[in-house]
């Protein structure tokens, strides 16, 4: 099989010296015709070394050697990303986890060698890029035809057991299906995904939150092959836990369908997945009824803990649980409008559209179609005191710390917080009080000398 694809001028520079692959991820989303095609590229070089090599590319953008010792050069040109050019390979596993391994490499290795020890038979094609031809040692072209993931060997989830990750991932941003033997394997090596990185699996995660159309789909697999567990143990205990008449699903299956109707926003996604996740320790009867009071509370914390085991960083992880903090809010015809500012100014206008986004993931995984309704007349409340030139925190009031010093003759500290927080609540309830005059005189009244 042959490909179409235009060079660069630095691939036909190298070419010159060598023999020049593009090779794993960059070929398989060629021949499944996926708009990332080319995105990321790698690269195996045979019959050059990476010295000879860079004395080529130097010309042409920037050469860095850190790799070497694995036989790898990273090369950024200046019309795209960075890439990888690596020397054919073989490797071999001494340990569990991909923490322990030999390799051996040579640009005179076949490039077949390199293809068969990788994971998938749909990452194991390289193209020849000086006479478009496919080489394909495992038949990998063929199973993304017929939409299969199959693993390479049998001991490949043992080498590495964060394919088994990956192999999700790629089975639900591509719509594959499992080859039978490589989900029985999945299964058997599922309580080795503990000795990997935790930013290693975090970024498979991410990937499939990203790129797939339904992610949630891929937690709910990972639950059935027994990986979840290990994972996010907090989530996987939600299974088969019954809710209330408003919820037609356990918490673990709603989660899984909110996750999915959340747009493909991050942290979206994220909170759309964990925001029910404090619901299993806060479950209790009362009058007769299923009750999950405070559980936004309680997922608040759990939700804080998962992710800072999987790395993420603080702001991250804070934007998703203030999410979940908020997801419970309760906004309607009975709320004055000071209660719609304290609102805004707890939620913060930045977050306002990513909640909305959360409450209608949430709403339509249940049938909820008035919440959904519902969000549309908050956004019509916040807008009606926005007109009103209110202020939705403590920084939009007319004057400052500064101001309240100068009347006062304290110093910067606690109290002058204290202060300013008292103008706003009373702005909060009538944002005409937000006048520099106004709050001025409120603070000699109150605190004056």
């Known amino acids: 099989m042959k490909l179409d694809r235009e060079l660069f001028k630095w691939e036909e520079a190298l070419m010159e010296k060598g023999r020049l692959y593009l090779v794993g991820g960059a070929v398989r989303d060629l021949l499944i015709g996926t708009d990332r095609a080319g995105f990321d590229r790698d690269y195996l070089l045979r019959e050059t070394g990476l010295d000879e090599a860079v004395s080529v590319l130097s010309a042409y953008g920037k050469c860095d050697l850190v790799g070497k010792s694995f036989g790898v050069l990273k090369f950024s040109p200046p019309d795209s990303s960075t890439v990888d050019i690596a020397l054919p390979r073989r490797e071999f596993s001494t340990g569990w986890g991909h923490k322990q391994f030999e390799v051996s490499f040579s640009p005179e290795l076949p490039v077949e060698e390199d293809l068969i020890r990788r994971d998938f038979t749909m990452n194991s094609i390289a193209l020849d890029l000086g006479n478009m031809e496919l080489i394909d040692p495992l038949d990998g072209a063929g199973d993304i035809e017929r939409l299969l993931m199959r693993v390479n060997r049998e001991g490949a989830f043992r080498e590495d057991p964060l394919r088994i990750i990956r192999g999700v991932q790629f089975k639900y941003r591509f719509g594959l299906e499992v080859e039978e033997k490589t989900g029985v394997l999945m299964k058997s090596c ?46 996987d205990e939600t299974y088969g836990i019954e809710q209330n008449e408003y919820h037609p699903d356990d918490i673990f299956n709603h989660s899984i369908k909110s996750c999915n109707l959340a747009e493909a926003d991050l ?37 804080e803990g998962v992710l800072r085991r999987l790395k993420f960083s603080r702001s991250f992880t804070g ?62 409340r916040i807008e009606k005191v926005s007109r009103e030139d209110a202020a939705f925190k403590v920084q939009d009031l007319d004057i400052n710390g500064s101001d309240v010093m100068e009347i006062t003759g304290l110093s910067q500290g606690k109290k002058v ?33």
């Open 417 to 449: 917080g204290e202060i300013l927080d008292y103008l706003f609540e009373r702005v909060l309830d009538e944002p005409t009080l937000n006048n520099r005059e106004i709050l001025l005189k409120m603070v000699e009244r109150r605190y004056g000398k």
């Open 267 to 303: 942290v979206l996604r994220w909170a759309a997945l964990l925001h029910d996740i404090g619901k299993k320790e806060t479950k209790k009867r009362k009058d007769g009824r299923t009750v999950f009071y405070s559980h936004e509370i309680a997922g608040e914390r759990k939700a």
């Open 319 to 380: 934007e998703v649980i203030h999410l979940i903090r908020n997801h419970m809010f309760v906004i309607d015809r009975e709320c004055s409008d000071g209660a719609v500012r304290r609102f805004v100014s707890r939620v913060g206008t930045e977050s306002l559209e990513k909640l909305f986004a959360l409450r209608r993931a949430d709403a339509l995984s249940r049938g909820d179609t008035e919440s959904v309704e519902n969000i549309e007349y908050v956004r019509g």
């Open 190 to 235: 599922a309580h080795l995904v503990t000795t990997v990185t935790a930013e290693r699996v975090r970024e498979e995660l991410n990937k499939m939150m990203l790129l797939a159309d339904n992610p949630g789909d891929g937690f709910a697999f990972m639950h059935e092959i027994g990986v979840l567990q290990y994972i996010i143990p907090e989530l």
